[in-house]
Nanobody, 121 residues
């Protein structure tokens, strides 16, 4: 069992930055894959970024590549998402996700409650 709690969302102007945090409890984050998704109003939830199982590789959606950076602190059992050069289209509810299934790819079976990011133009 894993619990995920996101924080760090807020209102920022276009071009600004935010850092989201996802604090995990229940199991150490180096024992499963973690990542971030987002969902804008009226749209489906979409993948943003993730680590692979070992934590050695990172993946990004094309829409955020070069602007967002995923990182982790195993000692704090926390994953971060540094978001720079934010655009209004980045506005969404951002979810932290954990995949303990060991299935191919990234198949999250644990989710946080989400943290809102709003980017004004």
């Amino acid at each position: 069992q894993v619990q995920l709690v996101e924080s760090g969302g807020g209102l920022v102007q276009a071009g600004g930055s935010l850092r989201l945090s996802c604090a995990a409890s229940g199991r150490p984050i180096n024992s499963y894959a973690m990542g971030w998704f987002r969902q804008a109003p009226g749209q489906e939830r979409e993948f943003v970024s993730r680590f692979n199982w070992s934590g050695e590789r990172t993946y990004y959606a094309n829409s955020v590549k070069g602007r967002f950076t995923i990182s982790r602190d195993n000692a704090k059992n926390t994953v971060y998402l540094q978001m720079n050069s934010l655009k209004p289209e980045d506005t969404a509810l951002y979810y932290c996700a954990a995949d303990l299934t060991r299935l191919p790819g990234f198949q999250p079976n644990y989710w946080g409650q989400g943290t809102q990011v709003t980017v004004s133009s």
